[in-house]
């Protein structure tokens, strides 16, 4: 028998994770990179002890439907890319997909949306 073996998905998450979340400011950039390409013109950051403790992004994007809020935490969900010619024609900051599964892969994280035209926010809390 072989000595290779697929690694269990919590575990290959958490080692995305590392390459993702390298200290707190590496998931203050990803945050906010994903606000630019949502549209915001403002977004506020708060940080609790220097980001060990809380890290709030709030921004004035576009907002997310309620099954695109649940779907943005799997791995390499995105909406820029659809077939291999899209990675020539990125314009946009974040695109892998990878940023919230792998905060969400070593953090508690709270996910609260609305789009405009919804009348509720959604909320999406993953531990």
Known sequence: MGKLKVLPANIANMIAA??????PASVVKELMENAVDAGADQVDVVVKDAGRTSIQVIDN?????????????ERHATSKIAEAEDL?????YGFRGEA?????A?????????RAADETATQVSIS
């Open 100 to 104: 919230l599964a792998s905060i969400a």
């Open 18 to 23: 590392g390459e993702v979340v390298q200290r």
């Open 88 to 92: 020539q024609r990125i314009t946009s």
């Open 106 to 114: 070593v953090a508690e994280v709270s996910l609260k949306t609305r």
């Open 61 to 73: 994007g576009v907002g997310m439907s309620p099954a695109d809020a649940v779907l943005c935490f």
